[in-house]
């Protein structure tokens, strides 16, 4: 079954750190991976995906992420952390040949808290 | 360029009364996808549905939940005779193709009494 676990309720960074949101994935096939940012009462913002090719991948606001094949996981990095980077960020698959159709599978969520 | 349009944005419905919720895809997007956020949970996939067609219901209770795409017009989540149970974010997302990103609406917050 496809599958996707973000291992942290929550990670508390200070401003100007370093910042990683740990994903792991479990799906039959190669996987579409992306990274979704939810701000309160607001809906998912895309910031970035991997499909295919290099496996680190460039997004959006100064987030990357680098595919793990081995490992299974696709982990969110962003060099500094901003205060307004505080958010809710969800880490999606997509297994295209296990007939999903499409759509998504979330983990529950991880709450990045950067304080000043 | 309007994003993914969901209405309303907030709905009050007591127990055992409908709720009708609707969204407009972008411009350009033939493929909708419904998901249900619980409170302190991740998104949980529905339905999918392109113009006129439902491709995938896996998500979808069995009983009182149904979704619509018609050829004209927003897509709608019907949900009958509703529980407090319903109550939940519900978020429409829409695609070009089948592999693309989604790009989600800003939700609709149900709040059954």
């Known amino acids: 079954a496809q599958s996707v676990a973000q291992p942290e309720d929550q990670v508390n960074v200070a401003e100007g750190n370093p910042l990683t949101v740990k994903c792991t994935y479990s799906?039959?096939?190669?996987?579409?991976l992306f990274w979704y940012v939810q701000y309160p009462n607001r809906g998912l913002q895309f910031l970035l995906k991997?499909?295919?090719?290099?496996?680190l991948v460039k997004g959006s606001y100064g987030f990357e992420a680098e595919f793990n094949k081995s490992q299974t996981s696709f982990h969110l990095k962003k060099p500094s952390a901003l205060v307004s980077d505080s958010a809710l960020y969800f880490c999606a698959v997509r297994d295209p040949s296990g007939g999903s159709q499409g759509n998504l599978i979330f983990g529950k969520g991880t709450k990045l808290s950067v304080k000043p | 360029n309007a994003g993914v349009m969901q209405n309303p944005r907030h709905l009050v419905r007591r127990r055992g009364q409908e709720a009708r919720l609707r969204c407009s895809p972008m411009?350009?997007?033939?493929?909708v996808y419904w998901y249900r956020q619980l409170p302190e949970e991740g998104l949980k996939f529905m339905v999918y549905?392109?113009?006129?067609?439902?491709?995938?219901e896996s998500g979808m209770p069995k009983e009182r939940f149904s979704a619509e795409f018609p050829k004209e017009g927003p897509s709608i989540l019907r949900i009958q005779q509703v529980v407090r149970g319903d109550s939940a974010a519900y978020f429409c997302a829409s695609s070009g193709t089948r592999t693309d990103e989604q790009y989600f609406g800003p939700g609709t917050r149900l709040t059954v009494t």
């Open positions: 799906v039959s096939g190669n996987p579409y």
């Open positions: 991997y499909i295919t090719g290099d496996n």
């Open positions: 549905l392109q113009k006129e067609n439902i491709i995938d």
């Open positions: 411009k350009g997007h033939s493929h």
